[in-house]
């Protein structure tokens, strides 16, 4: 496994070499995360029905959280490292953010699914199997995504 060294960013930083509509990774601890933006707040829960992984919305198995459809494919400009939506690591991409109805999916740049937003009422991501897995940060920039970093790890192996 790849070592990961990152910075915590805070709101509005700008990192060189990422254009601004790209997102930042950042590791996150859940313990010392504000209560409204941690798993603990009722709205961020994993057990809450509208944050699980068989929602819907937020269902590996819709096709438009997949990879399979062009605007979440791997190899749509979009989603690469000058497309806009790339997530960038240690100064380099390592995976791209798409949206499906509102729910904001999280890839690598292979096109594995890692994390989601469901649509309403949270800000927390979640991994595949429902875990709370970070939050999103809006940026002066855009957004940026803080992860616990078992989540995180994820983008690397």
């Known amino acids: 496994m790849r070592p990961v060294a990152l910075a915590l960013l805070l709101p509005g930083a700008i990192l060189?070499?990422?254009?601004?509509?790209?997102?930042?990774?950042?590791?996150?601890d859940p313990s010392q995360m504000p209560f409204?933006?941690?798993?603990?707040?009722?709205?961020?829960?994993?057990?809450?029905?509208?944050?699980?992984p068989?929602?819907?919305?937020?269902?590996?198995?819709?096709?438009?959280?997949g990879s399979g459809i062009r605007?979440?494919?791997p190899d749509n400009p979009a989603n690469g490292p000058d497309g806009g939506r790339a997530i960038w690591a240690d100064g380099e991409p390592v995976g791209y953010y798409t949206t499906n109805g509102g729910t904001l999916n999280l890839f690598t740049s292979s096109g594995r699914r890692v994390a989601y937003r469901p649509a309403r009422g949270?800000?927390?991501?979640?991994?595949?199997?429902?875990?709370?897995?970070g939050t999103v940060a809006q940026t002066s920039g855009g957004v940026a995504f803080g992860m616990t970093r078992s989540c995180l790890e994820k983008f690397f192996q």
């Open 54 to 65: 068989s929602a819907a919305g937020n269902s590996s198995g819709a096709p438009g959280n």
């Open 122 to 133: 949270t800000k927390s991501l979640f991994a595949t199997d429902g875990r709370w897995c």
């Open 71 to 73: 605007s979440n494919a």
């Open 16 to 28: 060189p070499g990422v254009a601004v509509a790209d997102a930042p990774l950042f590791i996150v």
């Open 36 to 52: 409204d933006l941690g798993p603990g707040a009722p709205a961020n829960q994993p057990s809450r029905m509208s944050n699980s």
